[in-house]
């Protein structure tokens, strides 16, 4: 779909379904903010504005609006979860107790307590 459509659904979706749905989608911006991110995003992407025209936290919503309408999610999960998770999926997502203590140790980050 192309990213003009894509942004108009979106801001469809999100400002017909209110700010829980916003977050849901975009988490961290408002209603608001979204609205703001979306004529910025425009505005860019036409000419009508550079870069260094936007806030700090302009650009990080833009940002965060480029991500969602292209497909792509912030994983919330720490390094070591995701460490966790990658290593019981080599397993079939099901390791021995044995197993499952050598996943612990191994992804344990610097300074967390041993298991």
Not at 82 to 104: N, T, Y
């Amino acid at each position: 779909m192309r990213t003009d459509m894509r942004l108009a659904l979106l801001t469809l979706v999100l400002f017909a379904g209110g700010p829980v749905l916003a977050q849901a989608v975009a988490p961290g911006l408002d209603p608001i903010r979204l609205g703001r991110a979306r004529s910025n995003y425009e505005a860019l992407r036409d000419g009508r504005r550079a870069i260094g025209d936007l806030s700090i936290l302009e650009l990080e919503d833009v940002a965060v609006l480029d991500r969602v309408l292209r497909g792509q999610t912030l994983d919330p999960r720490t390094p070591s979860q995701r460490c966790v998770d990658d290593e019981r999926r080599k397993l079939d997502g099901s390791p021995s107790p044995l197993a499952q203590r050598v996943i612990d140790i191994k992804c344990r980050e610097a300074g967390e307590p041993r298991p």
